[in-house]
């Protein structure tokens, strides 16, 4: 489990240098990954390191394969027919694809966020203690602690705490992505995925989960997939840019953003096309 | 702008007429099969006024008017009507109904002394009493006024006694008759394996029964001798006199002497005794108790068995089964499986089901009642379990599609979500996909059952009677008898409008057990509806 590094810090500057912080620099490792669904090639020798706990976004336009390396990494693109992959992808060294490494428990080290908030037509506290149950944890006083530590967490136990036992479908918009978060994170897994988590919310409620990601950061490694670059730079230390299912450019966010090496990001990034 | 220039006004708007033309035939069609069925059900049960007719060759009908239709033969124009009466007293004219042309009537009279009387044999009848024979001797002529409270009293104390031999003849003896059956078969078996002490035992056993089954019958006589032998004297139609013993009698009413109130107390005392008391005379009297029983059973242990297995059958076509020709062959031949005519299944459920489960069930459980008891079957013949199965089994594809399309309709990102957090397969199916495919799950057993209630072919090969002696559950060991033969509504409807003996008799009660049988797959279903909007409920809002 890993501890807290850095506390959390109050002011808050717009891009951070990566050198700031430590832990492991291969922390994820993509290695000539190749992936195709049936006959289309949609990631085609991606290779980048994800350190741990930092942000890494991964921005280009649609179609571009970005959300399809995202959901790699915890092997939801399994559940699709008809797929297949070239490469590695291994995490603290250990391959994602090796054979007694089993799914379930893959997913249970990486957690993952949707584009659209999926909660489970429960109730809150059913929806965040979900991941605990399913690996039979049945002592009410530790469900109750996973719960407020994880809604602590996700920023929303003062916004539920009074209505953990309704169903979860009634939240707003924010609430129930901000719920999803919660989820994710209550059987504490090592790395946070994230698919374009804030798309379909307003500026408030992606102010808030964008805050969250800084908090976040300090105990998981998340890597983020997102359409909007200035988020990108908001919350991101690491930034990858795709295109047409190659990675273009891999850098610090920093970097990327102030001076790109490479055209095509150059490009997308100042609007000109994407 | 001037409209009729308008050229942007949508085309073909005309089919939206005939859409609701479609709708309103269709409801029509309902409407009137439900209002025909109701008001055939319903009057079977309401005690008109009874006419005293006297016709000009002479005769003098005494009888309820049960229908009046064109003759065949008269003229269109000048249609003539002949009237049909149910005069009852089936021992002595023959027939219990009568045909009489409406014009030979010469006149009509409801004098008030006019007697319905419902008794236990030969059908109802409707005279004109003279006096009362009372239990004591005593006669009481109508013109008496302590006549009236008499008659009441005495029809009263007349029920008590055949209740009370109901009880003896039926419950207790019959008690006793399946214990000495019981009893003879382990003789038999002790006799065969020459166990000693066990012959003594058994022979000491039928013999006490044999002492208590003497003791109930003299009880039972002694019931009849020492109770009411009050009797009616009466005169029928003809002038003859009719005495009715009033143990015969079940009910008595002065039809054109009752009050609206009093029609009103006759009719739920009738709808009362249909609903819940058992058949007399060839079903074609007293009530349905057995058979409503028998049919509810039925409904719910096919329901019970076809949930499970559908859900599970889906479960593994929906989620397990690798896409591909095999699966497809499955699904059509599962979805043409709910085309296949009822009959069939119960062909297949005599076949496999009776003679091979139930036969394989008697060959090991019960062979020793098998080789005792003259090869008297117990679940090698059609029974309750059998009827259960076979509907579950025509009625599976209808459960199977229904939950197949449910469990595609749960959003995938509920089955995502729940896969990211590290959950299996089965655990999201169990924790996450069934409970919200439930309510269409539901949706798909409502479907069944409302299939399944009302079908009669296929259990008339696998165990439906049209009289059973005693219902499938009751008081002795294990109380649920599964093995045993049961009626059921519908193939009672069948039995009624097809098989009575007393066509004219029978036609009132095809329609009212019409109605019950709609009543109660009626009833079911808001149950079960009642069920899965509650289910519904907990998943609304939802806002995938």
């Known amino acids: ?274 | 702008m001037d409209k009729s220039s308008d050229s942007s006004t949508p085309r073909g708007e005309g089919w939206v007429w005939f859409t609701g033309l479609g709708l309103i035939i269709g409801l029509g069609m309902v409407i009137g099969l439900l209002s025909l069925v109701v008001m055939n059900g319903v009057t079977v049960f309401w005690a008109p006024k009874v006419p005293v007719a006297l016709v000009d060759d002479g005769r003098t009908i005494i009888g309820q008017l049960a229908q009046r239709r064109i003759r065949a033969g008269s003229p269109a124009d000048h249609p003539r009507y002949e009237l049909q009466y149910q005069v009852g007293l089936r021992e002595l004219n023959g027939n219990s109904y009568l045909w009489v042309d409406e014009a030979k009537i010469k006149s009509e009279s409801f004098p008030a002394d006019v007697l319905g009387l419902e008794r236990v044999e030969n059908g109802p009848a409707f005279v004109r009493p003279l006096s009362l024979r009372k239990s004591d001797g005593k006669l009481i002529a109508i013109t008496d006024s302590a006549f009236e409270p008499a008659f009441q009293a005495e029809v009263a104390a007349a029920s008590a006694v055949r209740e009370k031999l109901v009880e003896i003849t039926r419950h207790r003896i019959g008690d006793v008759n399946e214990e000495m059956d019981k009893a003879r078969v382990a003789l038999r078996r002790a006799e065969d394996l020459k166990l000693a002490a066990e012959i003594a035992d058994r022979r000491r056993q039928i013999a006490g029964l044999e002492v208590r089954f003497a003791s109930l019958q003299a009880e039972a006589k002694k019931v009849v001798e020492g109770g009411a032998v009050a009797s009616l004297v009466s005169k029928d139609a003809a002038g003859r006199e009719v005495v009715v013993p009033l143990t015969q009698v079940i009910r008595a009413w002065f039809p054109n002497r009752l009050d609206t109130w009093g029609r009103v107390q006759l009719f739920f005392s009738r709808l009362g005794e249909f609903i819940f008391d058992e058949p007399r005379e060839a079903n074609t009297e007293g009530g349905l108790m057995p058979a409503i029983f028998g049919t509810l059973v039925m409904t719910v242990f096919m329901s019970l068995m076809v949930t499970p297995f559908g859900v599970i059958t889906a479960i593994y076509l929906r989620e397990y089964a690798q896409n591909g020709p095999v699966l497809r062959i499955v699904r059509i031949s599962v979805n043409n499986l709910a085309g296949v005519p009822s009959i069939v299944f119960g062909v297949f459920g005599l076949g496999f089901f009776v003679y091979v489960l139930g036969g394989s069930i008697d060959q090991l459980f019960f062979a020793d009642q098998l080789k005792y008891n003259n090869n008297t079957p117990v679940f090698g013949t059609g029974g309750l379990l059998w009827c259960s199965l076979t509907l579950a089994l025509m009625t599976l594809p209808v459960v199977i599609v229904a939950t197949e399309e449910a469990l595609a309709a749960v959003p995938r990102g509920m089955r995502e979500a729940s896969l990211a957090t590290g959950a299996s397969k089965w655990q999201t199916i169990r924790d996450i996909l069934l409970p919200a495919s439930a309510p269409g799950i539901l949706t798909g057993v409502i479907l069944a059952m409302a299939r399944g209630a009302g079908e009669v072919a296929p259990l008339m090969l696998v165990g439906v009677v049209k009289l059973a002696p005693t219902l499938p559950f009751d008081g002795s060991a294990p109380f649920l008898h599964m093995d045993r033969k049961f009626m059921h509504l519908g193939f009672h409807v069948y039995d009624l409008g097809f098989q009575s003996p007393d066509s004219d008799a029978a036609r009132p009660m095809v329609f009212a057990t019409t109605l019950l049988l709609i009543v109660l797959v009626v009833c079911l279903n808001i149950g079960a509806i009642w069920i899965r909007n509650r289910l519904r409920a907990r998943f609304k809002g939802a806002s995938f």
Not at chain 1, 187 to 197: K, S
Not at chain 1, 209 to 228: A, C, G, M, N, R
Not at chain 1, 234 to 261: C, H, W
């Open chain 1, 1 to 274: 489990m890993p501890e807290i590094m850095n506390p959390p810090s109050s002011s808050r500057i717009k891009v951070r240098p990566a050198t700031e912080r430590e832990g492991r620099k291969d922390y994820i490792s993509i290695r000539d990954y190749g992936f195709w669904y049936g006959q289309k090639k949609a990631l085609d020798a991606i290779s980048l390191d994800i350190p741990e706990r930092q942000v890494v976004a991964f921005i280009g336009p649609s179609g571009c394969g970005k959300s399809t390396l995202l959901r790699n990494l915890n092997r939801m693109n399994d559940l699709v027919d008809d797929v297949r992959h070239e490469g590695d992808i291994t995490i603290s060294g250990r391959s994602i694809y090796d054979a007694g490494l089993e799914v379930i428990s893959l997913r249970r080290r990486v957690g993952m966020v949707f584009q659209k908030s999926n909660p489970f037509p429960k109730s809150v506290f059913e929806n965040v203690v979900y991941a605990l149950r399913v690996v039979g944890v049945r002592d009410r006083a530790v469900l109750e602690e996973a719960c407020e530590t994880s809604l602590r967490k996700a920023a929303l136990w003062d916004e539920v705490k009074d209505r953990l036992d309704d169903s979860a479908l009634g939240l707003s918009g924010g609430q129930m992505q901000r719920l999803c978060i919660a989820r994710a994170i209550a059987n504490r897994p090592e790395i946070l995925l994230m698919d374009e988590p804030c798309s379909a919310l307003d500026p408030i409620a992606t102010g808030k989960i964008e805050e969250l990601i800084h908090e976040l950061k300090d105990q998981f490694t998340i890597v983020i997939v997102t359409h909007s670059m200035q988020q990108a730079a908001r919350v991101s230390d690491r930034t990858a840019f795709f295109y047409l299912g190659k990675q273009i450019e891999y850098d610090t966010t920093e970097k990327i953003f102030m001076n790109p090496s490479q055209a095509q990001t150059e490009a997308y990034i100042s609007g000109r096309f994407g």
